[in-house]
């Protein structure tokens, strides 16, 4: 069953014109079943494509989802239009005594900050609290991840040298785990940061798992089921031309950069890269989902009990 989403949200178009069935309201109230409810904290600066690129992973399931778009009450973006904010997104106060079955909490550009030193630290605190009551399941995505892992286990970052940019290899951990249900032992995902968390800084009495890893990357993907929480520390979610575009805008801005590793064919950035991630982030992002509706109660009110 597809997605519901606003009429005129922009992500709507996209990802209908890829096959993504978007479903209406009225063909949604003939279903005689519950939708999942998805929120979706959009810290990233570009917001239209952050919610086209997590709505089209959501919506190629085959449940019924209906998501609403989140920003932080005390923070205004400012690379969106207030007039797109307006329109489709809830303030996290607003929405805070409501249940969620799920939740995903995306990176932000802030990771070389310190976390308190960011200006919405304390109410980011308190949604990450708040989804220990009111959220049935949590994914967090790159800083996001980060932020979560250091509020509930106070685990560090680390800056790298120089950012971590490409493509990479990762490996599957644990293929029995129902979020890598599918998964090849090996895979390629995007990697853009600045900072990393280290293995050895887990607290190991807290019952983490980690199920992705690189050689090259490091720590990628974490479950933690006493928090119900998954910390993604890359973007799967990231469309084939993310990081071209990462690059050449650093370019443009006489940024230093490097070339994102094994991303562009033959290392020229004049071709156009290859996706070699694609259907792993659908297979995950299906397979949290599918966990969510098998563990969720019916009764929305039951979350978080």
């Given at each position: 069953?597809?997605?519901?989403?606003?009429?005129?949200?922009?992500?709507?178009h996209?990802?209908?014109s890829?096959?993504?069935?978007?479903?209406t309201?009225?063909?949604?109230?003939?279903?005689?079943?519950r939708?999942?409810?998805?929120?979706?904290?959009?810290?990233?600066?570009?917001?239209?494509?952050?919610?086209?690129?997590?709505?089209?992973?959501?919506?190629?399931?085959?449940?019924?989802?209906?998501?609403?778009?989140?920003?932080?009450t005390?923070?205004?973006?400012?690379?969106?239009?207030?007039?797109?904010?307006?329109?489709?997104?809830?303030?996290?106060?607003?929405?805070?005594t409501?249940?969620?079955?799920?939740?995903?909490?995306?990176?932000?550009?802030?990771?070389?900050?310190?976390?308190?030193?960011v200006?919405?630290?304390?109410?980011?605190?308190?949604?990450?609290?708040?989804?220990?009551t009111?959220?049935?399941?949590?994914?967090n995505?790159?800083?996001?991840?980060?932020?979560a892992?250091?509020?509930?286990?106070?685990?560090?970052?680390?800056?790298?040298?120089?950012?971590?940019?490409?493509?990479?290899?990762?490996?599957?951990?644990?293929?029995?785990?129902?979020?890598?249900?599918?998964f090849?032992?090996?895979?390629?995902?995007?990697?853009?940061?600045?900072?990393?968390?280290?293995?050895?800084?887990?607290?190991?009495?807290?019952?983490?798992?980690?199920?992705?890893?690189?050689?090259?990357?490091?720590?990628?993907?974490?479950?933690?089921?006493?928090?119900?929480?998954?910390?993604?520390?890359?973007?799967?979610?990231?469309?084939?031309?993310?990081?071209?575009?990462?690059?050449w805008?650093?370019?443009?801005?006489?940024?230093?950069?490097?070339?994102?590793?094994?991303?562009?064919?033959?290392?020229?950035?004049?071709?156009?890269?290859?996706?070699?991630?694609?259907?792993?982030?659908?297979?995950?992002?299906?397979?949290?989902?599918?966990?969510?509706?098998?563990?969720?109660?019916?009764?929305?009110?039951?979350?978080?009990?």
């Amino acid at each position: 069953m597809p997605i519901r989403i606003p009429n005129d949200l922009p992500a709507r178009h996209t990802i209908e014109s890829e096959g993504v069935m978007v479903m209406t309201e009225a063909s949604a109230g003939r279903q005689d079943i519950r939708p999942l409810r998805i929120g979706l904290l959009n810290l990233m600066p570009n917001k239209i494509k952050t919610e086209t690129q997590f709505a089209r992973l959501i919506g190629a399931t085959p449940l019924q989802v209906e998501l609403t778009l989140v920003k932080i009450t005390s923070h205004t973006p400012k690379n969106a239009s207030p007039e797109h904010m307006l329109a489709f997104y809830d303030d996290w106060e607003d929405v805070k005594t409501e249940k969620f079955d799920g939740f995903i909490v995306t990176g932000a550009p802030v990771e070389l900050l310190d976390f308190e030193d960011v200006n919405y630290w304390d109410e980011l605190t308190r949604i990450y609290a708040w989804t220990q009551t009111h959220v049935h399941s949590t994914f967090n995505i790159c800083w996001g991840a980060q932020a979560a892992l250091h509020c509930f286990h106070k685990v560090p970052k680390h800056a790298l040298p120089s950012k971590r940019f490409g493509v990479y290899t990762h490996r599957n951990l644990k293929p029995n785990s129902p979020y890598l249900r599918g998964f090849s032992d090996d895979f390629s995902i995007p990697v853009s940061r600045w900072t990393e968390n280290h293995r050895a800084d887990l607290p190991a009495d807290k019952g983490l798992e980690v199920l992705m890893e690189s050689d090259e990357a490091g720590l990628c993907l974490i479950n933690d089921p006493a928090r119900r929480s998954l910390y993604m520390f890359n973007h799967i979610e990231y469309d084939t031309t993310s990081l071209a575009e990462e690059y050449w805008r650093d370019r443009t801005a006489g940024k230093p950069i490097e070339l994102p590793a094994n991303y562009f064919p033959k290392n020229d950035p004049e071709l156009p890269p290859e996706n070699r991630w694609r259907s792993h982030a659908h297979l995950l992002f299906g397979n949290w989902i599918n966990e969510v509706y098998q563990t969720t109660p019916f009764d929305l009110k039951k979350i978080g009990e």
